[in-house]
């Protein structure tokens, strides 16, 4: 009588397992290391400077083996910018806890100002979203509207619970937010002298006087109070 050998098709079948989960493992880890040093790269080298076979030459491996596990230069781009930001945005969520909307966007700005290479990727990512054509662009306008979704239900909470006046309308306030996040750090890219948090507190200060003013869309009454206010002094117009 022949006895089936179990046994020896159980280990085969152990040492296969074994074997195809080294495999992802290994697998996984270099997808890993191709994403870091492609932020690594991205710190050092501007966007439009850079190329997947830097990445490659930077790990000591091929250009190939590399477009094995990331075919799409704009793809692994992509997976950087999302380790990149995502972990910053994580320490920054950390930080600030509970705080405001307000407070969140200042924390971003204050990384931006020490991490100045991410502040310019986002810049140079904010043109490719802007060009429909680009293969990009999809993406990163997804990213871009839940950003600015997070913003607006953050001005929605922050007006529920008495940190901002019910007079905003946190639509506007978001797009208001926002401009003056965006403007200012373009602004400190181009301008080396601007100490970009301060002149973020200060721009956000007339804001938030703004939005305890219920809005009136007449540029006349704006004009006629500019005549209350004189040019040469120098107390009006230093906040």
Wanted: zero cysteines; a negative charge.
């Amino acid at each position: 009588m022949l006895v089936p050998d179990t046994e020896g098709t159980m280990l085969e079948d152990t040492s296969a397992d074994t074997m195809a989960a080294a495999a992802a493992a290994a697998t996984l880890h270099l997808r890993i290391r191709i994403v870091g040093a492609t932020v690594d790269l991205l710190r050092d080298v501007p966007f439009h400077e850079a190329r997947a076979e830097h990445v490659a030459e930077r790990l000591d491996i091929s250009t190939s083996e590399l477009q094995q596990h990331f075919p799409s230069w704009d793809g692994l781009v992509l997976a950087a910018l999302d380790r990149w930001n995502g972990g910053r945005m994580d320490e920054v969520t950390r930080e600030v806890g509970d705080g405001s909307t307000v407070d969140l966007l200042r924390a971003i700005v204050a990384s931006n100002a020490e991490d100045p290479a991410l502040m310019r990727l986002l810049v140079a990512l904010l043109s490719v979203a802007g060009n429909p054509e680009h293969p990009m662009s999809t993406y990163l306008r997804s990213r871009y509207q839940l950003f600015f979704a997070q913003v607006k239900r953050g001005l929605e909470h922050d007006i529920a619970v008495g940190r901002a006046p019910h007079t905003m309308d946190p639509r506007r306030g978001a797009e208001q937010l926002i401009a003056l996040y965006e403007g200012l750090q373009l602004q400190a890219l181009l301008r080396s002298e601007l100490d970009l948090v301060a002149a973020f507190d200060r721009a956000v200060a007339r804001l938030e006087r703004g939005w305890m003013e219920r809005y009136e869309a007449h540029a006349q009454r704006r004009l006629s109070t500019w005549s209350d206010v004189s040019w040469s002094d120098d107390d009006n117009w230093s906040a």
